[in-house]
């Protein structure tokens, strides 16, 4: 099957700092990526579709200002969490479509002190 | 509005028996439905879709799931649980948004406890 890695799978920052998650999908070209959120024990809610080569297109009640989204190339989508605060803490999930299918990369744990 | 409804919140089955995981789907057109597993602190894996074709579908580890258009629903299913099963489910349906482009809608998960 198809395969979508997530770097770092793990992170730790400081208030106000940002970090930048990268999104790869290693054996398929993915036009379009997604950006989820997931809180503890809650479902995921799609923040944003990123699409390469424009502009991604946000959900409503997201900030584009603090969520920055590059979908740089065909395998590669990142999402920048702008100056960071501990709300932001969450488990963040990509996925890569493929035509009549999304594939789901393992995650990222961002924890924000 | 298109959503999907999983109305458990957890679901408890012995190992051995049949278990059977709920969801509902609303949606404008034909349905694409899908069935995502999650281990903690995991991403996603994909158990199995309907698109179109047989109502019963065969899934990955054994899961299988009904469509069933009268009544709206996907129910997961397999004959016979693990204590490997335990886990959170999700249900999702695939809606056109516009641009032309498809997003997942997922209902709240379901937790899977498979006891010995």
């Known amino acids: 099957g198809a395969v979508v890695s997530q770097h770092p799978s793990r992170v730790i920052c400081k208030s106000g700092t940002s970090v930048k998650i990268e999104c790869r999908s290693l054996d398929f070209q993915a036009t379009t990526m997604f950006w989820y959120r997931q809180f503890p024990k809650q479902s995921l809610m799609l923040m944003a579709t990123s699409n390469e080569g424009s502009k991604a297109t946000y959900e409503q009640g997201v900030e584009k200002d603090k969520f920055l989204i590059n979908h740089a190339s065909l395998t590669l989508s990142t999402l920048t969490v702008t100056s960071a605060h501990p709300e932001d803490s969450s488990f963040y999930i990509c996925?890569?479509?493929?035509?009549?299918?999304?594939?789901f990369g393992p995650g990222t744990r961002l924890t924000v002190t | 509005a298109q959503s999907v409804a999983q109305p458990e919140d957890q679901v408890n089955v012995a190992e051995g028996n049949p278990l059977t995981v709920k969801c509902t789907y609303s949606v404008s057109g034909n349905p694409y439905l899908f069935w995502y597993v999650q281990y903690p602190n995991r991403g996603l894996q994909f158990l199995l879709k309907?698109?179109?074709?047989?109502?019963l579908v065969k899934g990955s580890y054994g899961f299988e799931a009904e469509f069933n258009k009268s009544q709206t629903s996907f129910h997961l299913k397999k004959p016979s649980a693990l204590v490997s099963d335990s886990a959170l489910y999700f249900c999702a349906v695939r809606a056109l948004i516009s641009g032309g482009y498809n997003k997942l809608i997922f209902g709240a998960g379901t937790r899977l406890a498979v006891h010995p």
């Open positions: 996925s890569a479509d493929r035509p009549g299918e999304q594939y």
């Open positions: 309907y698109i179109t074709g047989d109502n």
